[in-house]
């Protein structure tokens, strides 16, 4: 019994370290911690890997941003949680994850508002995007330092081609743990299942979903033309992603390092896109080497999104906001 308690404690110890907040490494060295759920090849850990390489110049070693990918830090929506609270540093966090604190955020992943990739940059690094950010501060105590542009999603479906949105009736679509995905996917007329992302590939084997929409590189790294046949170009949304901070952890920070962290997010944001631009026609391409290509009648699911009915359009601010994206 007194081993069993020894080894409790030593595994407390272990979580305490692995969540701790602004770890001293060394005297007058920090060290943040930053969790995403994506594979070490995706481009999303390599902007991680900038970032950290930026930071640490900017602060001259003095602070250090350790990067934990493929969800070894817990999902999405934990590490959301974890950032409330102040449990955990920094997270790369979609932001289809904040409507669930904050409903205006939703805005910003709406199905086919963005016309371009330097449209979408615009938007995020506009008055548009400071706005939701400051809601999200204001209602969560999660400071976004920057939104990164991600490629266009496509749908993949397990066999059916999706020649127009008639074709996605009835078809469980994985989607993500977010309301704005499901009330999208509902007025597409599909069934939105909610799987985590960790356990999408085994969904989509046992036949608890048949079809799932990502970007071409999240599918090709995360393996998932494995497990589908064809890859549907249906351009239905841009769904950018932050790296998010707890407010905890930022204001911990002296003002020098605070200030070295935003330098290095806007630099960032600017490198992640360069990087979306250059590998989603790659990635089209890695995936057409393995799947049936369908260019869908885009149109037609244009035609079934109806901007009125989702939840976040009930305020003045939000379409105040949404006619600013639109401009």
């Known amino acids: 019994m007194k081993k069993r308690f020894i080894s409790l404690g030593i595994c407390a110890l272990m979580v305490f370290f692995l969540f701790s907040v602004a770890v001293e490494a060394a005297p007058g060295k920090l060290v943040l911690r930053l969790g995403h759920q994506l594979p070490a090849k995706h481009s ?17 070693g003095n ?8 969800a070894s830090l817990g999902s999405e929506r934990e590490n959301a949680e974890a950032l409330k609270t102040g449990t955990l540093d920094m997270a790369v966090i979609a932001v289809e994850f904040y409507p669930a ?11 086919y508002i963005y016309n371009s990739y330097e449209h979408a940059y615009n938007v995020l690094q506009g008055d548009v995007g400071k706005a939701i950010s400051s809601l999200i501060e204001e209602k969560t105590s999660i400071k976004v330092l920057t939104y990164l542009v ?10 059916k081609e999706l020649h127009t949105a008639d074709d996605l009736k009835g078809i469980k679509m994985r989607v993500p743990e977010s309301p704005i995905y499901v009330d999208t996917f509902r007025q ?19 036949g608890v979903v048949q079809g799932v929409e990502n970007a ?10 494995e497990v589908t046949k064809v890859m549907n170009i249906t351009n239905h949304l841009e769904g950018p992603t932050t790296i998010s901070i707890s407010r905890k952890a930022f204001e911990k920070l002296p003002e020098e ?21 250059s590998k989603d026609q790659y990635y089209r391409d890695k995936c057409a080497e393995k799947l049936k290509v369908v260019n869908s009648d885009v149109a037609s ?20 906001l949404f006619k600013k994206i639109s401009e």
């Not at 604190?101 to 199905?111: A, F, I, K, N």
């Not at 991600?150 to 066999?159: K, S």
């Not at 799987?195 to 999408?200: A, D, H, L, M, T």
């Open 101 to 111: 604190y904050v409903e205006e955020s939703s805005l910003l992943v709406l199905p």
């Open 188 to 206: 597409l007329g599909s069934v939105p299942t909610p799987v985590p992302f960790g356990e999408v590939y085994t969904a989509l084997e046992t």
């Open 63 to 70: 602070v250090e941003v350790k990067i934990f990918p493929s």
């Open 150 to 159: 991600q490629p266009f999603r496509q749908m993949y479906t397990v066999d």
């Open 216 to 225: 071409p590189e999240t599918i090709y790294t995360a393996s998932l033309h």
């Open 257 to 277: 390092f605070k200030k070295a962290l935003l330098e290095a997010a806007d630099e960032v944001a600017e490198f992640q896109l360069n990087a979306t631009v």
């Open 44 to 60: 999303i850990h390599l902007s991680c890997e900038k970032f950290a390489e930026l930071v640490k110049s900017k602060t001259d």
């Open 301 to 320: 699911f244009k035609a079934k999104i109806d901007y009125t009915l989702f939840s976040c359009m009930k305020s003045e601010k939000a379409k105040e």
